[in-house]
């Protein structure tokens, strides 16, 4: 559910259309990584970290895991952070 509502954004693009089990790689296509990772904690969400500090190419893309212990309304609420 997260991974098709971050999609519908204008914002982010999901970097693999394959399947994903808990993460997948998300791409600021403004490419403010760093802001929003921190937007998120202050909100109460630990995405992250950005990948471009261990891969360049992906500077620009942070990792994104979820478990079954977030709600529909968690992901609501991460998706408007």
Request: net charge neutral; aromatic share 12%.
């Amino acid at each position: 559910y997260l991974k098709r509502s971050l999609a519908k954004t204008s914002r982010f693009e999901i970097v693999s259309d394959g399947a994903t089990f808990k993460e997948f790689v998300v791409r600021d296509k403004k490419d403010d990584v760093a802001t929003l990772v921190e937007a998120a904690a202050q909100h109460g969400f630990f995405v992250g970290p950005g990948l471009g500090q261990f891969y360049p190419q992906l500077d620009d893309c942070f990792l994104v895991a979820v478990t079954e212990k977030r709600t529909k309304a968690d992901i609501d609420r991460l998706v408007q952070v």
